[in-house]
């Protein structure tokens, strides 16, 4: 476990603020487009909500040069609550911007959350509350639907549920809702959301937990908090947060070192407790706090050829890789599969006349279209992840470059579900989430037989 080495800038801080009860931690890097939206929510939803509390908000930055901190500071609280509602807070609200320190020469969102669980520990708070600073659809609500279940309930840890469009989210569709829910057996839709609740218990377990690696400094933060939740056996409950607007990402532009991160960190977990997933048949919902909503979350672009091309061109370069990990099945499987996604992506560039993989002319829906016979089906996703866990016991050391050899596998898997869903509606698109996750259960036994059968390895 890294030993976090606050600057004397952070010892200050925490010096001047003594102690609170309710934190909002707010993790950023070049966010000074948004951030003054989510500090105004935030600010509004604890003295709102939380009027009797100690409350404070602190933002841990990466030192961006475009003005995010000073947002932060700048940024006041609206006076409606004061004005309208006649509620007062009993005591000052605080608002710091911090840069954050590396650890062990790693930066990104895991390491600017392990310094507000530094500051979340020293002030002594019973909740705190994550927030993305790039989110468009925050609300003043949002912080006591975070943090309510933690102060009134005696939960340690709360998820987000929130509609995210039907092509959002493709990391947690694919990876990590269907093998975290098929793993520890609860249905937990939102694993690496970003929006979090955590009890001043579970953030003391964070500054304690084993397996930091320099994924969990970066991306591989979220996954790292739900899952250290889960086999630390701390009470979980999720929260119905309405929509997830925010900076919109392309998969096959965008998406591949979170990918990698992610997914190196919750393989790694995996290895590291069998003892929480081996005897887990099946899967619980688990309760959600907070009124039903029917947000729609506006469109998001996916560039179809892209990841077609993509996954094609991965085979050609990555066969050993994949015959390395992969059930020879599997292998022989995904190998077929990748020839069709070439030879479809052919088809799609000849319709739109593009001669190369860019795509950025033709809309989504027209590049699923023309994509229509390409089909890449549950279970070999199923199998290809479970095989992945497997390969990431067998040789540790060789995790990074296995699952950065499994993004061109992700991109045709993400491909097939961009077209699958090309008609549906984001509800519907859903339903295709839920059947994936139940053949992650399904095929459970054969991860476990793998497993069991390596054992003496
Ligand atoms: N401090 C810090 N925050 C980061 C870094 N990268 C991302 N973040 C923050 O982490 C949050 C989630 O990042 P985002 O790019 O929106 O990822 P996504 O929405 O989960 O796909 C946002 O608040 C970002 O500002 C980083 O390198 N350092
Ligand atoms: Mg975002």
């Keep these: ?32 487009a948004t951030i003054g939206y989510v500090v105004r929510a935030s600010q509004a939803g604890l003295v709102q909500y939380f009027p009797d509390l100690r409350p404070v908000v602190v933002n841990s930055d990466a030192g961006s040069p475009d003005g995010t901190g000073r947002v932060v500071v700048e940024t006041e609280p609206p006076d409606y609550v004061e004005r309208i509602l006649l509620v007062r807070a009993r005591n000052k609200l605080s608002r710091v911007s911090l840069t954050y320190p590396e650890i062990d020469g790693s930066g990104g969102k895991g390491a600017a959350l392990r310094t507000i669980f530094e500051i979340a520990a020293a002030l002594e708070v019973q909740a705190l509350v994550v927030v993305d600073s790039d989110l468009r659809s925050i609300l003043p609500e949002w912080i ?24 959002d989210g493709t990391i947690t569709n694919t990876v990590t809702y269907p093998l975290t829910r098929a793993l520890y057996g609860l249905r ?31 991306f591989g933060i979220d996954v790292w908090m739900t899952t250290t939740a889960l086999a630390g056996g701390f009470a979980v409950c999720q929260a119905r947060l309405g929509a997830k607007v925010h900076d919109p990402k392309d998969p096959g532009a965008d998406l591949g070192p979170m990918f990698r991160q992610v997914v190196g960190t919750i393989l790694r977990m995996a290895v590291a ?124 050391e060789a995790v990074d470059a296995r699952v950065a050899s499994l993004v061109p596998v992700y991109f045709g898997r993400v491909a097939s579900l961009v077209i699958e869903n090309r008609e549906l509606t984001t509800e519907r698109a859903e339903d295709h989430v839920e059947r994936q996750a139940r053949e992650f259960e399904r095929l459970k036994p054969y991860l476990v037989e793998r497993w069991s059968k390596g054992a003496g390895a």
């Design 273 to 396: 407790n069998p003892e929480h997933w081996l005897g887990v048949r099946g899967s619980h919902d688990v309760p959600a706090y907070g009124f039903e909503r029917h947000a729609d979350p506006p469109p998001l672009e996916i560039n179809v050829l892209r990841l077609l091309s993509e996954f094609h061109a991965g085979s050609l370069t990555m066969t050993e890789t994949w015959r390395s990990m992969l059930a020879s099945g599997t292998a022989d499987e995904i190998m077929a599969l990748a020839g069709e996604a070439g030879r479809v992506a052919g088809v799609v560039r000849d319709r739109f006349g593009m001669d190369r993989p860019s795509g950025e002319t033709a809309s989504t829906a027209a590049m699923a279209e023309a994509a229509a016979a390409f089909h890449f089906p549950d279970d070999l996703w199923a199998r290809v992840v479970y095989d992945l866990v497997i390969a990431a016991r067998e040789k540790p």
């Design 1 to 32: 476990m890294p030993e976090t080495v606050l600057t004397p800038a952070i010892r200050d801080e925490i010096a001047r603020l003594g102690k609170a009860d309710i934190m909002v931690g707010i993790p950023s890097f070049k966010n000074a």
């Design 144 to 167: 006591e639907l975070l943090a309510g279940p933690i102060l009134k309930g005696g939960y340690d840890f709360v998820a987000p549920l929130y509609s995210r469009h039907k092509h």
């Design 188 to 218: 937990i839709r939102q694993p690496i959301g970003g929006d979090f609740g955590v009890s001043g218990d579970l953030v003391r377990r964070y500054l304690e937990a084993p397996g930091w690696t320099p994924d969990v400094s970066k």
